[in-house]
């Protein structure tokens, strides 16, 4: 019995020195962080998740080229981010990709739409994009359109 007393006592006694420290412990004041590093960093073009590369291609009156966009806020050199970005986000509806290609066996109209064509890359709503456009038929002219001011507006002027 003895021994269990003593026992007891000096683990009594350990816990009763440790316990000041740990107590004190959360109390310890740190140094504060400067105000400039309480704030986030400005975000950097390369680092929005929203970020496609569009190149266009024999689509005429100086609208070939390659453009980048960054949406959430809008930027990069796309001639309207914003709009651009707008054109995207109507496309996009819940477990749809937006910039997927035309069903196979979709009936399609024989009108043809110029030899223009459009290659989009990069990234948006978190999926990885890759995809062609082009204006051989009916429906390659409507999936075009639908991303227009993405891709130029190419439709005639009355």
């Keep these: 019995m003895l021994h269990v007393t003593r026992l007891l ?3 009594a006694l350990g816990i009763a ?3 000041p420290l740990s107590a004190a412990a959360p109390v310890a004041a740190t ?3 400067p105000a ?6 400005p975000v950097r073009d390369e680092d929005r998740a929203d970020h496609l590369t569009v190149t266009v291609r024999d689509a005429g009156d100086g609208k070939d080229g390659t453009y980048q966009l960054y ?3 809008g930027g990069g050199s796309h001639p309207d981010p914003d709009a ?3 054109a995207v986000d109507r496309s996009t509806r819940a477990g749809q990709d937006a910039f997927a290609p035309v069903p196979e066996g979709s009936m399609c109209t024989f009108q043809y739409g110029g030899p223009a064509t459009a290659h989009i890359t990069g990234t948006w709503a978190g999926h990885r994009v890759d995809a062609t456009y082009d204006r051989r038929d009916g429906c ?5 359109d639908r991303l227009v001011p993405l891709l130029p507006d190419l ?3 009355a």
Excluded: H, M
Aim: aromatic share 4%.
């Design 140 to 144: 390659q002219i409507g999936r075009w």
């Design 71 to 73: 949406c959430r806020p």
């Design 155 to 157: 439709r005639p002027t």
């Design 36 to 41: 400039d590093r309480l704030a986030p960093p």
């Design 84 to 86: 651009a970005c707008a």
């Design 9 to 11: 006592g000096a683990t």
């Design 31 to 33: 140094p504060a962080a």
């Design 17 to 19: 020195a440790l316990s």
